[in-house]
């Protein structure tokens, strides 16, 4: 791996080592970004950031470049004989996607998904569910969500848990089946990530010792 300038969100979603690192899949790639963390610390918000981002745009998805590539192999086999203008213009066309696929991805982000999340320091817990190692519990919340807890994990509800909103604190691994609710978003807080839903079912893992975490 190659030392590199990294200026912004982009920069970061953009390089496969960085996108290997997010979804915990290369040990050397989250070895080096962990370094990396190290070594730059003024950049750690604009990579927690990115890392977000990514869980976001892709969950449990192939990575972008595994889709882009898998695109373009269906391109050649549509078309054996490309001519060096249409190489180029789908390189051009690679290119403005990947480009297109971000900066639709990052309106997103930062009009909805961040503006629904309120800061956690404003949380505080007023009932908590919990399992042991080895055991798996299901829980009924007070607004009709159903989480089921994975061995060693808790669930916080705030304080305010149902007024307003609808703010859990997760550590460990849950799996939700949220009670839907436009008026009140569920939002789960995890260890390197937020969640902020209506109502759908997901699993979220995050336990403290993990190098990632992974929300699908």
Known sequence: MSQKDYNNIEDFLIDDTFQKYCSGENKSCIQYWE???VNHPEQLE??????????VLVGNKPAVNERLEHMKA??????????????????LFRIAAVLALFGFAYFWYTQFYSKRIEPLDQFVAAQIFET????????????GTTITLNSDSKLELDKDFNDHARHVYLTGEGFFEV?????KPFVVYAN?????VL???FNVKSYPNDGTSEAF
């Open 192 to 196: 390197d990530f937020d969640i902020s």
């Open 179 to 183: 009670k839907k609710d436009k008026e």
């Open 199 to 201: 109502g759908t079912t």
């Open 46 to 55: 604009t990579i927690q950031h990115a890392k977000r981002l990514y869980q």
């Open 74 to 91: 269906r391109l050649k086999e549509e078309k054996n004989e490309l001519s060096i203008f249409s190489w180029h213009l789908s390189h």
């Open 35 to 37: 370094q990396y963390i």
């Open 132 to 143: 042991k190692k080895g055991e798996k519990k299901t829980f009924d919340l007070p607004d």
